[in-house]
């Protein structure tokens, strides 16, 4: 299935898959580490990593049903573009938040699955412990 809604990659598409994929990286670092200070109890491990994936699924399922056509100009990927690119009229706004919506669903349903897996990881780890 291709990322874009329509299968053509606009600006803001572009954009906002590059910004949500640099977020995501530095909540995978920040679970990564924590998981290896925490390796000496694996079960407790993956447990953390597996709340750390579902805080951030929940943080933007919040940003996707928060927001609005006046919360979309304030967001990183609408500042990123240049004036003359940015929708002006009214399709073109509520085209842009339907992108940007679309962005961070296919993002939290990506971390929903990672906290599926280290959730049924912690499991079976405490349950051969």
């Known amino acids: ?8 990659p606009d ?20 679970g990564t580490t924590l998981m290896v ?3 000496f109890d694996p079960p407790l491990a993956l447990m953390i990593g597996a709340q750390i994936a579902l805080i951030f ?3 933007l399922l919040y940003r996707v049903s928060a927001l609005s056509a006046e919360r979309l100009v304030r967001t990183e990927a609408w500042r990123g573009l240049a004036p ?6 009214e399709y073109g706004l509520a085209r842009a938040r339907q992108r940007l919506q679309h962005a961070m669903l296919h993002f939290a349903k990506g971390s929903s699955a990672i906290a599926c ?3 049924a990881g912690s499991l079976a780890a405490g349950a051969l412990k």
């Open 1 to 8: 299935m291709d990322f874009f809604s329509d299968g053509v």
């Open 11 to 30: 600006r803001l598409s572009q954009y906002a898959f590059s910004t949500l994929a640099r977020d995501s990286g530095f909540v995978a670092l920040t």
């Open 37 to 39: 200070g925490f390796s």
């Open 57 to 59: 699924c929940l943080f």
């Open 84 to 89: 003359h690119q940015r929708p002006r009229d």
């Open 117 to 119: 897996a280290l959730l």
